[in-house]
């Protein structure tokens, strides 16, 4: 084996389980495709000791540290291809052949927005997902929800935290009687007409465009949208799958391994809710306790 471990996948929960495995001594080859998650957001906040940092900055920061270490290769490029060798796993990337006795897989998601004028161009924002990473910068302006899932209900009731919150139904149904009772006692408005439009300047919000013709002020607006993997690598490998209330997410258990003995997945693709600092936690997690498999229990030759 070229390496003991590769990881797929250099952000947050990439780098993470990456760095435990070089502080073991371990030979550890990081790919990395470049397009983290959270490339839109200007700054990340609440993670520890970074709060208000530029995601790639800290990302920068971090692949930076990892790299100092001796056994560390890292790789610009997208894994194309993973399967089961002979003592490990063979990983195709950018025409190369690379082999490991065992994967961190933490390549991952994309968010699959709404398709209505003016939403993509202002993600990550003013069109939001998490309230703990962008709330307070938000917050005591006019809010809202737009209606993806029965779980935007939930997510309105949240957001009302942080300020005044209108659930946009967007023309669908209304959620049931009780639910509409518990988002009365939260103060959330509800709007049924549909939304065709946003409308703001230089990436901020001014005014929804609703499709009887009316305009609705609002400042920022949260969606939580459906995710796909960045990979079809879990499936190529057979790790099993589970269906998460955002999309599908890889099962794993308390220690980030997957249903493939030797194969650790971390991060979005294995986790949900998300959120930077359980990612990187779980890249934590993944790189330890890979490390202690191939100490305690190593896969046959």
């Given at each position: 084996m070229q390496h003991d471990a590769i990881v797929i996948g250099g952000s947050f929960a990439g780098l993470s389980a990456a760095i435990q495995i070089a502080r073991a001594r371990r030979r550890v080859c990081v790919i990395d495709a470049g397009q983290p998650r959270n490339r839109f957001a200007a700054t990340s906040h609440g993670f520890f000791g970074q709060d208000g940092s530029a995601p790639r900055a800290m990302i920068a920061q971090a692949r930076a540290q990892v790299e100092a270490y001796p056994t560390v290769e890292m790789r610009t490029g997208t894994a194309h291809a993973a399967r089961a060798v002979p003592g490990g796993f063979e990983v195709e990337v950018e025409g190369a052949r690379l082999t490991a006795a065992r994967l961190v897989l933490a390549f991952g998601v994309s968010d699959v927005l709404p398709e209505l004028p003016g939403l993509a161009e202002r993600w990550g924002r003013s069109v939001l997902h998490c309230p703990y990473c962008h709330g307070f910068e938000r917050a005591g302006g006019r809010l809202g929800v737009l209606s993806a899932s029965p779980m935007s209900a939930h997510q309105a009731m949240l957001i009302s935290e942080w300020g005044p919150t209108t659930l946009y139904l967007d023309g669908g149904p209304a959620p049931e009687p009780e639910v509409l009772e518990k988002l009365a006692?939260?103060?959330?408005?509800?709007?049924?007409?549909?939304?065709?439009?946003?409308?703001?300047?230089?990436?901020?919000?001014?005014?929804?465009?609703?499709?009887?013709?009316?305009?609705?002020?609002?400042?920022?607006?949260?969606?939580?949208?459906?995710?796909?993997?960045?990979?079809?690598?879990?499936?190529?490998?057979?790790?099993?799958?589970?269906?998460?209330?955002?999309?599908?997410?890889?099962?794993?258990?308390?220690?980030?391994?997957?249903?493939?003995?030797?194969?650790?997945?971390?991060?979005?693709?294995?986790?949900?809710?998300?959120?930077?600092?359980w990612a990187a936690a779980d890249g934590v997690t993944a790189g330890v306790f890979l490390h202690q498999s191939l100490v305690f229990a190593p896969l046959a030759a």
């Open positions: 006692q939260h103060g959330v408005a509800i709007e049924p007409a549909g939304v065709t439009a946003l409308v703001g300047a230089d990436g901020d919000l001014s005014h929804l465009h609703l499709a009887d013709g009316r305009e609705a002020a609002i400042d920022a607006l949260y969606v939580a949208p459906r995710c796909r993997l960045n990979s079809p690598m879990a499936a190529q490998l057979g790790c099993a799958l589970d269906d998460g209330p955002f999309g599908p997410l890889i099962r794993t258990d308390e220690r980030k391994q997957t249903s493939v003995a030797g194969v650790y997945a971390a991060g979005d693709i294995a986790r949900a809710p998300h959120n930077a600092s």
